[in-house]
């Protein structure tokens, strides 16, 4: 993409955003990774108006979740958020998580929103497993 054309796809965004979508989710199940902050606490805060059967945060720190559900609670009424702990830079963590969602999943996932990580790390690191980390910490 070209400087202009870079220049005119952000100029486009700012000046016309798309429309803010609602649906309603009532019996769906409704899953976000990294959702204690940033972008996917406010995607899971714009689910939690559209009434979900289930909100799951999946989030590396119980004590971060779980003030991230009191926020939703808070400026959203949605009282079903839960914290599930999910730490990506851990295959155990993910097959903890994975073997609980088989679980007490319910047996499905209407939503999934695979946001956590970051955008660029600093400096090359692996995460226990050997793999580069994509995450800070
Ligand atoms: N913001 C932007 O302009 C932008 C642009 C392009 C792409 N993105 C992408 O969008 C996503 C969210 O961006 P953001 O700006 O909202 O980032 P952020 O505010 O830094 O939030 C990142 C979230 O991911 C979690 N996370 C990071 N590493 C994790 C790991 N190993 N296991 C579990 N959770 C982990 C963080 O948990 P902790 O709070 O515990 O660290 C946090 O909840 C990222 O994937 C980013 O690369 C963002």
């Known amino acids: 993409m070209?400087?202009?054309a870079l220049y005119f796809a952000?100029?486009?965004q700012i000046?016309?955003?798309p429309p803010v979508l609602q649906a309603d989710l009532t019996?769906?199940?409704?899953?976000?990774t990294g959702a204690n902050t940033g972008l996917g606490f406010e995607a899971a805060k714009h689910f939690a108006r559209m009434n979900p059967q289930r909100l799951i945060l999946a989030c590396r720190s119980d004590e971060k979740g779980n003030q991230a559900v009191r926020r939703i609670e808070r400026d959203t009424g949605y009282t079903k958020a839960e914290t599930w702990l999910l730490d990506l830079n851990r295959f155990a963590s993910v097959q903890a998580f994975a073997d609980r969602y088989e679980k007490e999943g319910g047996g499905r996932l209407d939503i999934l929103v695979e946001n956590a990580a970051i955008s660029s790390a600093q400096t090359y690191e692996k995460t226990e497993d050997g793999y580069m980390k994509t995450s800070v910490h």
């Open 2 to 4: 070209d400087r202009l």
């Open 10 to 12: 952000i100029f486009k």
């Open 27 to 32: 019996g769906k199940v409704v899953l976000v």
């Open 15 to 17: 000046k016309s955003l």
